[in-house]
């Protein structure tokens, strides 16, 4: 081309590029950026640049990414005095040309100050690329950048991270937007430079599977973008995105958004492992991260500097069987199997979460290609540690990401797929379909101690839209997709009935209370004849809540809160009565037994019974089933259950009530369900010894939990529920006052439930403990010392005393 038409020149090659039928993607980017060399390279020489100057392309044009409506970002670069003219040389045939400019004049000098002062300015020169002139320049000038940046990347790298956290407020996350920022949302293009940037400081480096493959797809979708519009625009609004889909070959929008969002995910999850690789190496440096242990274990990172920088003597503290706390992450256990524990995956999720932590990206990924499937149906610990992980509540969400990135949930849980990234085309909702469902949970969570169940609370929000997707009305659709899920998770037929029962009537509490008079005794009889009974009504009053508020603000509202409060309290009015809980069945004969050994002897008796797993590849422990007998004394509840801690044996479930075997005098029957902390089961013996000592009063149980507890380590942990004790209904029992208490389970905590229940004087005559994922649910049927129930003052005192004694 020559200098007098190279701009009509350049403009018409360029249209006939962008026409040319099978050309797009990253080729057509690469074309556009060839041509866009050729032209500026021959102004630059029609323009007489003198010798000691170069023309060098930054920014995305460095990058050869040029997008049909991209500026072109220029740098003229001289070391000496040069005509005040020849810039404009260059640029004015730019211009006149109709493309987009951004352009600069300086010397190596003045490039590098910018820099230092300016951070987009450096993002920009780490991809200076040679377009004119003096290649050894440029060649200088990129050394010297590069130099800089990783020299001063302790500095500048948290800069850029609070760049992209104000970014990421601004403009949102790119995976959850109707018409989101395709390059400056969270998980956009820009996010894609950034993590380029920290690869350039050699201090930690992005996980790469898929990241190339998800910034190329925002890319062309942006591409698409502008010669739909016509404008330089990175928001995919919904007017353009038919269009945009039909441009790119994509069956529809919904189709389009998914992929969006999809690579969105990629980008932001490569973000997460990314940056905190950085901030551990970073902490290594200055002295913050935790360099003493007791163990050495040598740096797992992804980033290239990591193994000189943080390897040594690294802390590794258990979380759960087969898993530890290190650097800031939940890992594997140098002796973990996952081949060999179908259920680690969900252990290493609801212990990470447990300890508001994440799962570290290399066990994610080790997790993702070793781990055995789930034998259906799940066992019973694989159903608790998904419970578990989804009670966590906002600690839970990192780690589900995690896992989704990686594959793992759709494992978990096949009718996911149907629902991950769908797009949720409605004003009201914030999230995708799937996003949706774990604030769902999220905000359930924080509801556990309103309900008996939050077992199955949290499990009906997980999966209340799993119908999204299917045809035909959602939640009819989701209820024949829950029957499927429960039974393979396990749960019975009882339970399985009443999932499906919330995920059919997910609406139907909201919609009768603000669309039916709420006086009119129909409305209540609609909802008594859905439920059936006062805990279905209470679970689905708070799925109810928890589905709205993760909806968004416009889905709930005082006004929507006290119209489905006042018809749930009517329909409670009406279904009140009774107890929740089971009755005691009869004493078997080895109980029955037991209780008569206790009663001849004065003494404690007891068995212990293994419980196993097995399945084709292994005999797995579960857990173990004690059975003790003794005479009645005061304080036996807490002792028991101190004497378990001591062990490290959480208790899953027991019962406490009262026999009367002929001729031996009261006893207390104790029926407990353990399993170990850290996988391995105490010896009978010692259990035995122990539970002997304590009982004849040789063993302080408080003090040597007290002296553990002190001696623990620190470890910071999720905010959870405060504990609930309440007094049940006088219909819940004639004889004698029922406590309720529900709780976030912890060690001990069985043991100082009942260290105040004695404190406060009361006998415990039954108890029924249960553990539900992470929260204790647990009932104890207490008297006064004469055996009488309390009366109603004298109940609150012992509940408060107990709430106390918890908080």
Not at 139 to 148: F, K, M, P, Q
Not at 260 to 289: M, Q
Not at 546 to 559: E, L, N, Y
Not at 664 to 686: I, K, N, Q
Request: glycine content about 8%.
């Amino acid at each position: 081309m020559s200098s007098t038409d190279q701009p009509s020149e350049y403009a018409a090659a360029r249209t006939r590029l962008l026409a040319e039928p099978g050309l797009g993607g990253t080729a057509r980017r690469t074309a556009l950026s060839r041509l866009a060399d050729g032209w500026l390279a021959g102004l630059y020489a029609a323009a007489g640049a003198p010798s000691g100057t170069a023309l060098v392309a930054v920014g995305g044009y460095g990058r050869g990414e040029l997008s049909p409506r991209s500026d072109l970002d220029v740098l003229l670069l001289h070391t000496g005095p040069i005509d005040p003219a020849l810039p404009e040389r260059i640029w004015y045939p730019v211009w006149d040309g109709g493309a987009a400019l951004d352009h600069a004049v300086r010397t190596p000098a003045e490039a590098r100050a910018v820099a230092a002062e300016d951070l987009k300015a450096q993002l920009g020169l780490l991809d200076a690329r040679h377009l004119a002139g003096d290649p050894e320049l440029t060649a200088e000038l990129r050394s010297n950048v590069l130099s800089d940046w990783r020299a001063t990347a302790p500095k500048r790298l948290p800069e850029l991270r609070q760049s992209c956290l104000e970014r990421a407020e601004r403009h949102g996350e790119l995976s959850f937007l109707l018409e989101p920022d395709l390059k400056e949302a969270r998980g956009g293009l820009r996010d894609v430079v950034a993590l380029n940037a920290i690869a350039a400081s050699w201090l930690a480096d992005a996980p790469r599977d898929g990241l190339e493959a998800a910034a190329a797809r925002l890319a062309d979708v942006r591409d698409a973008l502008h010669l739909t519009t016509g404008r330089a625009t990175e928001r995919l609004t919904l007017q353009e995105q038919d269009q945009v889909a039909a441009r790119l070959g994509v069956l529809d929008a919904d189709i389009l958004l998914r992929q969006v969002y999809e690579a969105a995910r990629t980008i932001s999850y490569a973000g997460d492992v990314t940056w905190r690789s950085v901030e551990r190496v970073l902490a290594a440096r200055t002295g913050r991260g935790r360099r003493v242990s007791r163990l050495a274990f040598p740096f797992t990172g992804v980033g290239r500097g990591n193994g000189a920088v943080a390897r040594g003597v690294v802390d590794r503290r258990p979380l759960a069987e087969g898993v530890v706390e290190q650097d800031g992450e939940a890992v594997l256990a140098q002796g973990a199997r996952p081949g060999q524990d179908p259920v680690l995956a969900l252990r290493a999720a609801a212990a990470a979460a447990q300890a508001g932590l994440t799962v570290g990206y290399a066990t994610v990924r080790r997790l993702a290609t070793e781990a055995r499937p789930l034998p259906v149906p799940w066992p019973d610990e694989a159903r608790e540690q998904l419970i578990t992980l989804l009670g966590a509540g906002e600690a839970a969400i990192p780690v589900w990401e995690a896992y989704e990135a990686e594959g793992l949930i759709t494992r978990l849980l096949p009718d996911w797929e149907r629902v991950r990234c769908r797009p949720q085309r409605n004003a009201v909702h914030r999230w995708t379909v799937d996003r949706h469902l774990i604030e769902t949970a999220v905000k359930a969570a924080a509801m556990t101690r309103r309900v008996a169940r939050p077992d199955l609370l949290l499990v009906a929000a997980l999966l209340h839209d799993i119908g999204k997707g299917w045809p035909g009305d959602h939640s009819e659709a989701g209820e024949v997709i829950v029957r499927d899920v429960a039974a393979r998770m396990g749960f019975d037929k009882a339970d399985t009935d009443t999932l499906a029962l919330l995920v059919r009537h997910h609406l139907t509490l909201v919609d009768t209370a603000t669309r039916r008079d709420p006086d009119d005794p129909a409305t209540v009889d609609l909802i008594t004849k859905v439920v059936g009974t006062l805990p279905h009504l209470e679970l689905l009053h708070a799925l109810t809540e928890a589905d709205a508020t993760a909806t968004g603000p416009a889905a709930w509202s005082g006004w929507r809160a006290s119209l489905v409060r006042g018809l749930a309290e009517r329909a409670a009015e009406r279904l009140a009565g009774g107890s929740s809980y089971p009755a005691d069945a009869e004493p078997t004969a080895e109980e029955e037994r037991l209780a008569v050994e206790a009663g001849r002897t004065g003494g404690p008796a007891l068995t212990l019974l293994a419980q196993t797993q097995q399945d084709s590849f292994a005999t797995e422990p579960m857990g173990v089933e004690l059975t003790l007998a003794l005479p009645d004394q005061p304080g036996l509840l807490g002792t028991v259950a101190g004497v378990l801690a001591l062990h490290r044996l959480t208790v899953r479930s027991a019962g406490l009530r009262e026999l009367d075997p002929v001729g031996a005098g009261p006893v207390l029957l104790l029926s407990w369900t353990v399993a170990a902390e850290y996988g391995e089961l105490p010896e009978g013996a010692r259990l035995r010894a122990d539970l002997r000592r304590a009982l004849d009063g040789s063993l302080d149980v408080a003090r040597k939990l007290a002296e553990r507890d002190a001696a623990a380590p620190r470890r910071r942990g999720i905010a959870t529920p405060p504990p609930v004790v309440t007094v049940a209904p006088g219909g819940a029992s004639s004889t004698a006052t029922v406590l309720e208490v529900r709780a976030h389970d912890a060690p001990g905590l069985l043991h100082r439930i009942g260290r105040a229940l004695d404190a406060a004087g009361v006998r415990v005559r039954t108890a029924h403990v249960s553990t539900l994922g992470a929260d204790a649910v647990d009932a104890f049927y207490v008297t006064d010392p004469a055996g009488r129930p309390l009366s109603a003052e004298r109940a609150r005192e012992v509940a408060s005393a107990v709430q106390a004694a918890l908080g």
